[in-house]
């Protein structure tokens, strides 16, 4: 009985030694500059070789989970890489994962965790928009999915603390996700192109 109870107890944590693995990977990340822009996240994503497309899903993963990475970058780097319908695919995949490991962490530790991630300005906004919006939450969620530039990330995350279940969730993220991050990605693409070319 106490052996069990000791497998659950580890089990509990692991998702903490998870998370905490991941804001490592992004702090050093941060730290040698692979985030500084989109061409050096390409280097680095490159050196990869065949396993280069989990690399960049798994770095879609991490900026949802820890939301201090420059998102636009990271899919900027995956169309350039990929092509524009890959990019998106692989995208898709990572923020998607990313966005349900997000909802149920929150909603199995809750405010402590977010507080733990967040910077003070966008814990406030994480508060702020958990208790403003625990009846709307589905419609605020479709919106801000809809939207390229809206906060989803951050909306993904607070949905954990509000009434809404899994199930539709998961609906949600699966069906509005993919116009957010089309639209988005070849939007800064362009301008990343244009940027490029005036330089």
Not at 9 to 19: E, K, R, W, Y
Not at 180 to 191: C, F, K, T, V, W
Request: hydrophobic fraction near 55%.
């Amino acid at each position: 009985m106490k052996e069990r109870s000791r497998k659950n107890q580890i089990l509990q944590f692991l998702p903490i030694v998870g998370l905490l693995f991941f804001f490592g990977l992004a702090i050093y990340g941060k730290y040698i500059g692979i985030f500084s822009s989109t061409h050096s996240l390409q280097v680095f994503i490159r050196q990869f070789g065949s396993c280069a497309v989990l690399v960049f899903i798994l770095l879609q993963v991490i900026q949802v989970i820890v939301p201090i990475l420059p998102g636009g970058i990271s899919t900027v780097a995956g169309l350039v890489l990929f092509g524009p319908f890959l990019g998106i695919l692989y995208s898709y995949i990572g923020l998607v994962i990313g966005a349900i490991i997000g909802f149920l962490l929150i909603r199995k530790y809750g405010v402590g965790l977010a507080k733990l991630f967040l910077s003070p300005k966008k814990f406030q906004q994480f508060q702020s928009i958990v208790e403003n919006n625990q009846k709307t939450i589905k419609r605020f969620l479709i919106i801000t999915l809809l939207i390229p530039f809206a906060p989803d990330d951050l909306i993904c995350l607070a949905a954990g603390l509000t009434t809404i279940s899994f199930k539709d969730y998961l609906k949600i993220l699966l069906f509005f996700k993919p116009w957010s991050i089309a639209i988005y990605g070849l939007l800064m693409l362009y301008l990343f192109n244009k940027v490029e070319a005036f330089l």
